[in-house]
């Protein structure tokens, strides 16, 4: 499988709210740094984070590529992102940030191995 194949997978599985898809996309030593700088570590960590996210009907977002690096077995992607929720009270608020990706190939897949989001 090609990167940008990988990528698209990834992303898509976020955006479906496809745990199982998703997970099939990351690294078991994986890293996530959230924006708030908590940081997640391994599958069963990610999977337990993203169960309750992905559970959550009121969030929706939006990503465009800012940059992408491509070497042999290793590709970094900068996207910006558009982030829309709900908060505790029920009130939408909006959030843009920029989310790094950085994937390893591993045997024909690509998969995540460290994601960071940073606030814009």
Known sequence: MDFTTALDRHLAAIRDRDLEGYVRTVHPDATLILPNGKTV???????????????????????????????????????AVDY?????EGRPYALRHLLSLVFARSGEEWLLVHDQNTPC
């Open 41 to 79: 570590t391994g599958t069963d960590e990610i999977r337990s984070f993203h169960e309750g996210w992905f559970q959550d009907p009121d969030w929706s977002m939006t990503t465009e590529t800012v940059s992408t690096l491509e070497l042999a077995d290793t590709a970094v992607t900068v996207l």
């Open 84 to 88: 829309r929720d709900l908060d505790a």
